[in-house]
């Protein structure tokens, strides 16, 4: 608990104090009225006692993981279960926050967080692709950046933000085809060859690695993944071409376009994934997440194909950044005969 912080009580607004913080952490204004929405909707349902499960008004640091799980359940009326996932990582990031700060005792969301990571597939109705059909789409991108991009979204699982945050001190690769001895490598990567690290601290407004963030990782902690010879050799052909990169941190991904050399953003992603989507007819306007191929539906592909090629969900949530501390821990010590071996044996290949 922090000692710098609010004491349990001090905090008159809850919601408003954290949404002070956020703004200050450099949150852009939709994630601050994303925030706002779902936060005081709980809120309401707690001052209802009509609604609330303990029929009296119910303070917001007074809430049990019972009055969290009563509102997630009422709220699966009316949205989709994505939604409902999205809106219980909200309030979990609110609660996790103000216990860390010491404006409240403890996380009532934790044990509800923990109950719905059960089901790590959040998008059932998404678009079915199978996986001759995405190796069709692979084969149409030729373009070393777009096809490095979209091979690594679909063989890694990361978000695109994730993505774009990489530095070429991220990726450890035992063979490229130029010389590249003096490329830095983090630590952690030292000695494991051909792997990714996915860092979890990268925040939107942020300076990490010299360099101030425009996008955020989402993970809970940071991953190490493998890279299979497939995801080599595309990597190796792209790290031939990059252009110079602007900036200190020497991104991994940097846009060969009229922001030359500069790292690519979320948005750029998004644009040339809906391109070559489009062009196969599985992307339209005013779609939703049910019809649209999108670089999140690439997470969704992965997620599906390698839990049901493995049978190992542990290891699936491991690559996709969902575990706690004690699971990671258990995966990182054993990281080469259970994640890399599990991996190598039962990822796709897309080439």
């Not at 109705?125 to 979209?150: C, E, N």
């Not at 390698?306 to 542990?314: F, P, S, Y």
Request: charge should be negative; aromatic fraction near 8%.
């Amino acid at each position: 608990m922090s000692t710098t912080g609010p004491a349990p009580g001090d905090v008159d607004d809850p919601v408003g104090y954290f949404l002070q913080d956020v703004a200050y952490h450099g949150k852009s204004d939709r994630t601050q009225e994303a925030y706002e929405r779902v936060l005081r909707r709980f809120e309401a349902f707690l001052q209802d006692p009509d609604r609330s499960p303990s029929g009296t008004s119910t303070a917001l640091s007074a809430a049990t993981h019972r009055d969290c799980m009563a509102w997630v359940h009422e709220i699966r009326d009316g949205v989709a279960e994505s939604t409902v996932a999205t809106y219980a990582s909200y309030l979990h990031r609110f609660y996790a926050y103000m216990t860390q700060v010491g404006a409240f005792e403890s996380n009532p969301m934790t044990l509800v967080v923990e109950e719905m990571d059960e089901t790590i597939d959040t998008d059932p109705a998404r678009r079915d692709i199978p996986l001759s059909d995405m190796r069709s789409f692979v084969a149409d991108v030729t373009h070393p950046l777009d096809q490095a991009v979209i091979v690594v979204l679909l063989k890694t699982g990361m978000r695109v933000g994730e993505l774009c945050n990489l530095d070429r001190r991220d990726v450890h690769l035992s063979e490229i085809p130029y010389d590249d001895d003096d490329a830095p490598t983090r630590a952690q990567l030292a000695e494991r060859p051909d792997s990714l690290y996915v860092a979890a601290d990268p925040a939107r407004g942020a300076v990490t690695n010299g360099e101030q963030r425009t996008a955020s990782n989402k993970r809970k902690r940071a991953t190490v993944i493998p890279v299979d010879d497939e995801l080599c050799q595309v990597l190796g052909r792209w790290l031939a071409v990059r252009p110079d990169a602007h900036s200190p941190a020497d991104p991994l991904f940097t846009s060969t376009s009229r922001n030359w050399g500069s790292r690519l953003t979320p948005d750029m992603v998004h644009h040339a994934v809906e391109g070559y989507a489009r062009n196969r007819g599985w992307y339209q306007s005013g779609g939703g997440a049910e019809v649209n191929v999108t670089p999140h539906y690439f997470r969704h592909f992965f997620t599906t194909h390698l839990r049901d090629r493995t049978g190992d969900r542990g290891v699936v949530k491991y690559l996709r950044g969902d575990v706690a501390q004690d699971i990671i821990d258990t995966y990182t010590h054993n990281w080469g005969d259970r994640v890399r071996e599990t991996y190598e044996s039962n990822v796709y290949t897309l080439l």
